[in-house]
């Protein structure tokens, strides 16, 4: 029998969590209404966490697990499982335990009053750092402002996900990937359940500043063309600029010819000016054809060293290991 519920968490370098998430989802997992399959993708991890996985797929055969060929990162991950998954109900969870599975119960409460997406939504990050705390609060409101869809604030990828919208996700080609964007873009009845953020459970944090700076860039690129006329802008910014810096330069000439503003110190101030919105305008442009060239090299999203659980046992098989059929997402998976 097929699961109704799939559980897609991806694992990198998480082995002094693995065991407690593993017990915190038991719970969960064993108070839901139908067969749960628990997908672990392991992201290149380089400690003992693709051994534990291993062990707890032995241990309880609903643990289904991916291994990546090196790391690809945690939206990649996220994407394998999304193409792996053979639940009618979807539910995206970290690793960290900061994404309550307790919380698991509540959201497939809304998806039974008719609600596609369930994303849990922050309301507080608690013995988080201030600097982080300004960072995530001043990206999602930009992004919320200059995105083409409506991406709610303080979201992460924790959320449930009817079948129906994980089958329109895999269909989709694009390659950096941004899921919480996605799954907004996709539409149908979505809606909100609020929580309060954990710290990390054990273990380091895996999205450092410039990871997290890269999600951000991301996103903004991928659900905004705002920063290509913000480049536009600043070069008429700087073309009005450059000709009240004539103006004044004629005037000084003219009038008050023994002014210091008028000789070296005027010009150099002009070049940098100038240079900088040029620079910041070729970045700009910059970030979008690499999303270009990152597309047309068609390349798989990722490659897989490992698959078990999504298997059946072929009457035709000669030994005793477990051959897998995946059912969905297979352009994905070679």
């Not at 209404?33 to 380089?46: F, H, K, M």
């Not at 690809?72 to 109900?89: D, K, P, S, W, Y």
């Not at 996900?161 to 907004?184: H, K, T």
């Not at 913000?230 to 000439?253: D, E, K, N, P, Q």
């Amino acid at each position: 029998m097929l699961p109704k519920y799939s559980f897609v968490i991806p694992i990198y370098n998480e082995e002094e969590i693995i065991p407690e998430l593993y017990r915190r989802l038991s719970i969960v997992m064993n108070r839901m209404d139908g067969i749960v399959e628990l997908i672990l993708i392991n992201d290149g991890s380089r400690d003992r966490s693709l051994q534990i996985i291993r062990e707890l797929h032995q241990k309880d055969p609903r643990v289904c697990y991916l291994s990546f060929a090196r790391n690809f990162g945690h939206q990649l991950a996220v994407t394998a499982g999304l193409n792996f998954v053979r639940g009618q109900v979807i539910v995206i969870l970290d690793a960290d335990l900061q994404d309550p599975p307790e919380l698991i119960p509540d959201m497939v409460e809304k998806w039974r009053q008719g609600y596609q997406v369930v994303y849990a939504q922050r309301s507080q990050r608690l013995k988080e750092g201030r600097f982080k705390r300004f960072t995530a609060y001043f990206f999602y409101r930009v992004l919320k402002k200059l995105a083409d869809v409506d991406i709610p604030t303080d979201t992460g990828d924790f959320c449930l996900m009817d079948r129906q919208i994980v089958d329109i996700l895999n269909s989709m080609p694009e390659r950096a990937r941004y899921i919480r964007g996605l799954r907004s873009w996709v539409g149908f009845q979505q809606t909100a359940i609020r929580f309060e953020r954990d710290p990390r459970f054990a273990g380091e944090v895996k999205y450092t500043f410039s990871k997290s700076l890269a999600l951000a860039i991301n996103g903004l690129v991928s659900f905004s063309i705002v920063p290509l006329r913000l480049s536009t802008y600043l070069g008429l910014v700087a073309a009005v600029a450059a000709i009240l810096m004539a103006f004044l330069v004629l005037y000084w000439r003219i009038f008050v010819p023994n002014s210091p503003l008028t000789g070296f110190t005027i010009i150099l101030m002009a070049i940098f000016f100038l240079g900088s919105v040029q620079l910041v305008s070729v970045g700009i442009l910059g970030e979008y054809i690499g999303r270009i060239y990152e597309e047309v090299k068609a390349r798989p999203l990722y490659t897989l060293a490992e698959v078990g659980g999504f298997y059946h046992k072929s009457s035709n098989s000669t030994n005793n290991s477990d051959e897998y059929q995946v059912s969905v997402g297979d352009e994905g998976a070679k």
